[in-house]
């Protein structure tokens, strides 16, 4: 395959996920998120969020796209770099759908946190791998955190009933 291709279809994958992720969650009621508490010093701009999506969800996919490439010298530490990669897509792209589909903050907090785990050994074992690849997934890697930050303090104030300032 062309590598420009590869590239492309390395690019695509956390789009992709992304758009059918928020597509589904779009689908869904989500009244009452719109209700829940949430703090102001977190509570984001919507539209910050798909721009700077879609610049991280492109850096992270070149990222794999460079361990790929590194497969032949790496072999099993790219395999295991590329695993947790996808399993913390995955965890990503299936959180906002939990979230909303179930309203179970902290199953959602649990979610993020998994993916999050995910994406620390993702971005600790692409290092070794490409230097460059490590560092265009640590703005994933800040997304998730600030995201599983968010989530911890939604779902802590909205369980104890609390006002949040």
Known sequence: ???WAKIAIAISIPQIGSYVSNHVAISIDNSWYRNLKKPHMFNTPSWIIS???IT???AT???SYLVLRGMDNFGDGAAIALTFYGAS???NFTWLPLCYQTKNLGLATVGALATWGCAIQCVRRFYPISITAGRLTIPYLAWL????IFNIAVWWHN???EEIE
Do not use: H, N, R, V
């Open 61 to 63: 996919g070149y990222a």
């Open 51 to 53: 721009p700077f999506q």
């Open 56 to 58: 991280t969800y492109s």
């Open 145 to 148: 955190s600030y995201k599983a």
């Open 89 to 91: 897509l995955a965890l």
């Open 1 to 3: 395959m062309i590598e």
């Open 159 to 161: 369980s104890k009933g």
